[in-house]
């Protein structure tokens, strides 16, 4: 074998093994920081005046319902009707005038009890980074009950730390392994990319004016 394909085998298989290593570890790093934060017990979720439900979309492309989207809906109802949130700050994505993740997730939070007025949108809700800053920022929250499936979050619930912001989360009933296995692996990248996000400080894509919720 030449030597000059001879260096770049070697070269591939330190780079591949240096991107294997920053995702395992970073990874850990997301899990460790934020697990004792994360509940799987409505009764023992600390009380705050927001839960923060990070959308998702409603259908998958077979026409389906999404079930992380049915099981977030449910763990929000949950938490408002046990009394451990007063508010539910939905934040998700409205890139385009025919997809809006927080104008739908309403109508279904109201569908299930939740009266309007208890519902704030966010519509600029992008990315989960974004979701947890503009909480912060935009919408004048120290702290909040964040709902999502568990990996999710970690994800948000690191950030937020990171970020000084008192966050909590509330799990939502996961989903099948085969169900959500492509998800589960854009998580892995998607931890990493929140600790660089965190490391630069990194500004959303909107900000805007304050919305304080009272």
Known sequence: ???WLV???KWG???LLFTYA???FGNRAVILRSQKYLYGDLKEVPKQKVGLLLGTSKYVSNGNINQFYAYR???AVDLYRAGKVSFILVSGDNGTTSYNEPRTIKRDLIARGIPAEKIILDYAGFRTYDSVVR???VFGQNGFIVISQEFHNQRAVYIARKRGIEAY???AKSVGSRYGFKTM???KLAKVKAILDVMVNKTPKFLGDKIVIE
């Open 169 to 171: 989360g509330y799990n």
């Open 22 to 24: 920053l995702i395992y």
């Open 135 to 137: 909480a912060n920022k």
């Open 185 to 187: 692996q854009r998580e």
């Open 13 to 15: 298989l330190v780079a």
């Open 1 to 3: 074998m030449k030597k």
């Open 73 to 75: 809906i449910q763990a």
């Open 7 to 9: 260096r770049i085998v």
